[in-house]
């Protein structure tokens, strides 16, 4: 063959050769793009069984299902917004604190400023943190909530007044509680910290002459009959303890709950007992010195 058929025939070749990987091209970008819209359609499919079991209330298969799912997608708008509904399956449908704590910090890890879930997700990530008991850790995640007005930044102080009350923290619980009641209205949160202010300086420090304005307050001021009674049998106890019988005796006649009257004549009867008793005692002490 003369070397001008071969070249020619080279040239005619060329099309068959380019046709071949122009096609062998094609197939992998088709296959490609089957796999990749495949992969979607099964990962949309794997949310859809997730939302059906939550729909049905099967809180442990949906859970389940979206862990999968963030083992494949670990990260993403679409990952991040699994991750939010599986923190909050873990916190308010399975009670796994560990879990919802793990996933909600993760959130925060991924998420942007600007994202609208990341407030009620650090919030979350507290609760879950001081159901676990690491109550200082719950504390500083408290701390780090931008409260929205005066009444939430109040709100958030009484939980973490309350965390430091459950640590037994009382000197820093009751500079918490001063802080929700200093200069504010009387309200449910204010009524929720006189309580506590209450029950430290009664219960555990002994401070009954501190006690009792709270209780007072408590008193004259509460909306709530439960509170209220609670605070009169608070005041009569404070007052016994002072040995101050005749204002522990009074503060019980001011409750008039047809169902604590039986109680409340017993009580009032064991008062007036130790009345007499301190009584004699005195006289006993004076006659000695005389």
């Known amino acids: 063959m003369t070397l001008k058929k071969l070249n020619k025939n080279k040239r005619q070749n060329i099309p068959c050769v380019l ?21 979607r359609d099964n990962s949309e499919a794997a949310l859809q069984r997730a939302s059906d079991a939550w729909d049905n209330s099967d809180y442990d298969k949906a859970a389940d299902l979206y862990e999968h799912y963030l083992e494949r997608h670990a990260d993403g708008d679409t990952s991040l917004h699994v991750r939010f509904r599986i923190a909050n399956i873990y916190f308010a449908n399975l009670h796994r604190y560990d879990r919802a704590a793990a996933h909600y910090r993760e959130f925060l890890n991924q998420a942007g400023p600007a994202e609208p879930e990341t407030r009620v997700v650090r919030e979350r990530l507290a609760e879950s943190l001081a159901e676990l008991g690491r109550s200082y850790e719950a504390i500083a995640e408290y701390e780090d909530i931008a409260p929205q007005d005066s009444t939430d930044r109040r709100r958030i102080r009484l939980r973490i007044a309350d965390l430091y009350f ?49 209780y007072q307050k408590l008193r004259s001021q509460t909306s709530d009959s439960k509170v209220r009674r609670r605070a009169l049998y608070n005041i009569s106890d404070c007052y016994a303890s002072l040995d101050q019988y005749d204002e522990a005796v009074r503060a019980l006649r001011e409750i008039k709950d047809p169902s604590e009257q039986d109680y409340v004549a017993r009580r009032i009867a064991d008062l007036e007992q130790q009345a007499r008793e301190a009584a004699k005692t005195m006289a006993a002490s004076r006659s000695l010195m005389h």
């Open 19 to 39: 046709s071949g990987r122009v096609a062998w091209a094609f197939a992998l970008v088709l296959a490609a793009g089957l796999g990749t819209w495949a992969c």
């Open 166 to 214: 459950d640590q037994r923290n009382y000197s820093q619980a009751l500079t918490e509680y001063s802080k929700i009641t200093d200069e504010a209205s009387y309200d449910e949160i204010c009524e929720s910290a006189y309580l506590r202010e209450a029950s430290i300086y009664q219960l555990e420090r002994k401070q009954y002459q501190q006690a009792l304005p709270i």
